[in-house]
């Protein structure tokens, strides 16, 4: 477990600054979207959120991958995601942050996946989620093609 714990550490040094900036700023980008859905939809928040979640991703992953990303992926969660984003900025959270949802949920289903073994590994939530993995697993569907493909990004 210890040398989980170094493997982690290092994986972390070897991200560039660039990186590291997109992945804090990706973060709080999240935090004021759930926070705007805590505080009954507030557009402000939303919107602000939906800004730094999206100038996160282009700094975390660079702007090239993030287009090729956007394009190569199915057009149907693609067009729903800026959908959502454009319906928060235009005045209309709610209906916004439901398509938002489901654009995400098509982009980034694959990948669930593999988010909830990470999570598992974190210290105070981890223990609720290695409960919980073998449900999400089958709910969500673990196929090796899947790892392979999330492996390969």
């Known amino acids: 477990s210890d040398a989980h714990w170094r493997q982690r ?20 980008g999240a935090f004021f979207t ?32 993030a287009f090729a990303f956007f394009k190569t992926e199915p057009l149907k969660g693609s067009g729903l995601f800026f959908l959502g984003v454009f319906l928060v900025l235009a005045g209309w959270p709610f209906l916004g942050f439901v398509a938002e949802a489901g654009g995400a949920f098509y982009l980034f289903g694959r990948f669930v996946s593999k988010l909830i073994s990470n999570l598992a590994w974190i210290p105070f939530i981890g223990p ?25 990004v």
Do not use: C, H, P
């Open 9 to 28: 550490e290092a994986a972390t040094m070897n991200m560039s600054d660039t990186t590291k900036i997109g992945v804090a700023i990706t973060g709080f």
């Open 34 to 65: 759930f926070l705007g859905v805590m505080l009954f939809f507030d557009r402000g928040l939303m919107a602000f959120g939906n800004i730094l979640v999206l100038g996160g991703l282009f700094f975390s992953i660079g702007s090239q991958n």
């Open 128 to 152: 609720i989620f290695g409960m919980l993995q073998s449900r999400l697993m089958s709910f969500f569907g673990n196929s090796k093609k899947d790892d392979q493909t999330v492996n390969s």
